[in-house]
Structure formats: structure tokens, C-alpha cells
């Protein structure tokens, strides 16, 4: 059997106030969710904790604006704003290590550029 590799870590850890505040952010978000299924608040929840690994390039890269949107209104928060633009994960992601390689991202994003298994992760 493989040896697993160690987990990226998130490179900044929490400080017990900074936890504090980010586990207060989950619970609001909960708190508020109304009218939605719970599929979508429980997406929403995972996108921000995964956001805190990746950065908000992969998150791009991988959901549409749409869905993007929604799971932002959801937490009440801006992706920009909340993550950093990359992070100690971000090159897990398949399709953001074939991103950084073309010549504009953002046509990676909108498909101009189509990235083959953009949703997939490496073993790290």
C-alpha cells in the first residue's frame, strides 16, 4: 500500500480569536439561511473552507459566476476580499497548475481556453 503525503497546510493558522471568528462566520451564515435547500447552504460552507486552502483563483476557476454569487450572498462575503488570491493548496488543483501556464487566466476561466480536469486535485 502507498504511503499518504502529508496534508498542504493552510498557511496561516488560527489563532483561538481568529477561529473564533471564522467558526461565528459559519454559524451567522447558518443562522441566516432561509428559503434555499439545504444542499446549497452545506456547498456554500464546504466552497469556504476549501477557499481557505486553494485561494479564490482556483475557486474561479472551478465554479461558475453563478454559483459563485450565490454561495458569496449565502456566507455574506466577498471571495476577494475573504481569501488570498492563491494559497499553500492552490497547486492541487489540476486545472490551476495548467492555468498559470497559458497566457491570460482569465480565458482559462471563461473556457476560451479549455483546461482539462480543472476539477480535480493531485495527491499533493
Request: aromatic share 8%.
Amino acid at each position: 500500500m502507498a504511503t499518504k503525503k502529508p496534508r498542504t497546510p493552510v498557511e496561516e493558522h488560527l489563532s483561538a480569536a481568529k477561529a473564533k471568528a471564522l467558526s461565528d462566520k459559519l454559524d451567522d451564515a447558518i443562522d441566516r439561511y432561509a428559503g434555499g435547500t439545504v444542499d446549497e447552504l452545506e456547498q456554500a460552507l464546504g466552497f469556504y473552507i476549501f477557499g481557505r486552502h486553494v485561494g479564490w483563483k482556483v475557486l474561479v476557476l472551478v465554479h461558475n459566476k453563478r454559483t459563485i454569487r450565490k454561495y458569496e450572498e449565502i456566507l455574506g462575503i466577498s471571495i476577494r476580499d475573504e481569501f488570498p488570491e492563491t494559497a499553500a493548496a492552490s497547486d492541487r488543483s489540476i486545472g490551476f497548475s495548467i492555468a498559470k501556464t497559458v497566457s491570460n487566466f482569465w480565458k482559462a476561466v471563461s473556457g476560451e481556453i479549455p483546461i482539462e480536469n480543472r476539477r480535480k486535485l493531485t495527491d499533493g
